[in-house]
């Protein structure tokens, strides 16, 4: 079966957690005081636009998490791993997942240590879910386990070196140089918020605080509600955005004019907007419009100054490139035990996938006559982000 990619639909695989701690408060963490004064590399695999870091759980537990600046707290997806653990759980709360309205049980643990190597080691209370929602290892081909939140590392300044596939951490006195770009940003509950300003259209602007979100596989989101406070473009593709936790993603994909913040300008920008429809999304919507995420995050190496508020840029060589985005219309997942098998997890219709005739659920066995035994889910997703008009045989 083939089909011609000539639409405009972009994978969104937000893992945006909001965390409701109803009050109470998690105890701060504690670092290995023997690595003070020094920088710290820790090295990162860039999957699916998601920064995967390697490190253990305990110094015995392999783990994958992703590192997130636009999570509070840091978290893994299943109890399996400190069910092992005698008298962990301290407390039981609710967090609200990426669809901003399904509330998710899940435990507050004491102090675990987290290890990444002989580099760096740390003591963190974690967030547990309580049950298994649903696996975003799928929907990144990858084995992950968690979410990293940056905020852990904040008494350091933290550099993104997307090219290096690194994350340093400087001791917070370190100098940074002159090549960066100071841009002021917010901190609140532990995440960083830069203002922007939007043009949705050549006479349509909005000015923005946005969230600078290393854990969204996505250029940019903004939130849309009943109030209309924001305008739409004209042109969108409405449905089904994607999959988080929590349940699916509905909205709308377009595109914007310009993101600018600063002097740094981001033209046609491909845009997701997610439909806030109760009372706890239209609360988080109030302390930020929007998120930043790393398909516009990589054209840049990052420095983010927690304490004094101040985020360091220089672009690199794919600050002007187009950001490519799929356009069969059809998202594709993994499975078995190995992540090695191939799923159509959903077909955006009027598009080149509907087009052909392919459904929800199907198995992809071939791609192009060759055994989807030669891909990656990686590999498969930018197939599909060819140029319009290129032809893509698929056998299910």
Same mark, same amino acid.
């Given at each position: ?5 000539? *639409? ?14 109803? +009050? ?11 690595? !003070? ?7 990162? &695999? ?5 920064? @995967? ?7 015995? /537990? ?8 636009? !999570? ?73 386990? +968690? ?26 006195? &370190? =100098?940074?140089?002159? *090549? ?8 609140? =509950? ?48 409405? +449905? ?35 439909? /806030? ?7 988080? *919507?109030?302390?930020? !419009?929007?998120?930043? +995420? ?8 990052? @420095? ?12 690199? =060589? ?57 891909? *990656?889910?990686?590999? @498969? ?6 140029? !319009? ?8």
């Amino acid at each position: 079966m083939a089909l011609r990619s000539n *639409s405009i639909c972009n994978r969104l695989f937000l893992l945006l957690l909001l965390i409701h701690l109803f +009050g109470v408060s998690i105890a701060n963490s504690r670092e290995n005081e023997q690595l !003070a004064g020094r920088s710290i590399r820790l090295p990162f &695999k860039y999957v699916q636009s998601f920064i @995967i870091v390697e490190l253990k759980l305990e110094n015995l /537990i392999p783990v994958n998490l992703i590192f997130d600046t636009g !999570a509070e707290h840091t978290i893994l997806f299943e109890k399996k791993w400190t069910d092992l653990f005698p008298n962990v759980y301290q407390r039981e709360i609710r967090v609200i997942g990426s669809d901003l309205q399904q509330e998710i049980p899940a435990y507050v643990t004491s102090p675990l240590g987290l290890s990444f190597g002989d580099q760096y080691s740390i003591n963190t209370p974690l967030i547990v879910l309580k049950e298994k929602i649903n696996d975003i290892s799928q929907v990144i081909g990858e084995p992950v386990h +968690g979410i990293l939140s940056a905020a852990i590392f904040n008494s350091y300044q933290i550099e993104i070196n997307y090219k290096l596939r690194l994350i340093m951490l400087h001791p917070s006195s &370190k =100098k940074i140089s002159a *090549s960066f770009t100071a841009v002021p940003i917010q901190i609140y =509950k532990n995440k960083p918020y830069l203002s922007t300003r939007i043009c949705i259209s050549d006479t349509l602007s909005h000015s923005l605080n946005l969230l600078l979100d290393t854990g969204a596989s996505l250029s940019l989101m903004m939130y849309s509600d009943s109030t209309g406070n924001l305008q739409l473009p004209d042109k969108m593709i409405p +449905g089904y955005l994607g999959s988080g936790l929590g349940g699916v993603l509905n909205g709308y994909v377009g595109k914007i004019n310009l993101l600018q913040f600063d002097t740094f300008k981001i033209q046609q920008v491909i845009t997701h907007f997610l439909k /806030i429809q109760t009372s706890i999304g239209r609360t988080e *919507s109030q302390s930020k !419009a929007g998120l930043i +995420g790393n398909h516009i995050l990589d054209k840049f190496q990052l @420095i983010f100054d927690y304490k004094s508020e101040k985020l360091y840029l220089k672009t690199t =060589k794919s600050y002007k490139k187009k950001i490519d985005y799929d356009k069969s219309g059809m998202i594709v997942i993994s499975g078995g035990l190995d992540l090695n098998s191939f799923y159509i997890a959903h077909i955006l219709q009027g598009t080149p996938s509907a087009n052909a005739g392919l459904m929800e659920n199907d198995q992809i066995s071939k791609i192009n006559s060759w055994p989807t035994s030669f891909y *990656s889910l990686s590999k @498969i997703n930018r197939l599909l982000q060819q140029k !319009a008009g290129k032809k893509i045989k698929l056998v299910v």
